[in-house]
């Protein structure tokens, strides 16, 4: 697992032809992380903000999501949990947790914090 710590001055996304000038004039708040195979299939990279640990999750169908990484229930580093579809399941105490929403799965209850992450040209960005 990869870690990267992502600030004001290493953030920006780059300039490039590739991205739509005008989606990047209109919104600032995203940032390009890595390239999509920076991430292993099914796993995890984490990136430091200013906000706290956040994982990038990459399932099998080459989806990608972002999480704060930590578990809603002891706060376990999902990062390190086993990803399968679109969940993952926490290394501490096997708590499963949505990719997409955070969500602890019945019968547990609780959520962590999920973040609006896409794919683009092949490269990762994440909103913050």
């Given at each position: 697992?990869?870690?990267?710590?992502?600030t004001p001055a290493n953030a920006g996304v780059q300039s490039s032809q590739s991205l739509d000038s005008d989606f990047r004039?209109?919104?600032?708040?995203?940032?390009?992380?890595?390239?999509?195979?920076?991430?292993?299939?099914?796993?995890?990279?984490?990136?430091?903000?200013?906000?706290?640990?956040?994982?990038?999750?990459?399932?099998?169908?080459?989806?990608?999501?972002?999480?704060?990484?930590?578990?809603?229930?002891?706060?376990?580093?999902?990062?390190?949990?086993?990803?399968?579809?679109?969940?993952?399941?926490?290394?501490?105490?096997?708590?499963?947790?949505?990719?997409?929403?955070?969500?602890?799965?019945?019968?547990?209850?609780?959520?962590?914090?999920?973040?609006?992450?896409?794919?683009?040209?092949?490269?990762?960005?994440?909103?913050?």
């Amino acid at each position: 697992m990869r870690t990267e710590t992502v600030t004001p001055a290493n953030a920006g996304v780059q300039s490039s032809q590739s991205l739509d000038s005008d989606f990047r004039r209109n919104d600032d708040r995203w940032k390009r992380i890595c390239a999509l195979t920076d991430i292993p299939r099914l796993g995890a990279r984490v990136v430091n903000t200013e906000g706290g640990d956040v994982a990038i999750f990459r399932n099998a169908a080459d989806e990608v999501f972002a999480l704060h990484d930590s578990c809603p229930h002891k706060g376990g580093p999902l990062s390190q949990g086993i990803v399968f579809g679109r969940h993952v399941s926490c290394p501490l105490h096997q708590w499963i947790v949505c990719l997409e929403t955070g969500r602890a799965q019945e019968p547990d209850e609780g959520c962590t914090r999920s973040f609006a992450v896409k794919v683009e040209q092949g490269q990762v960005f994440l909103r913050m």
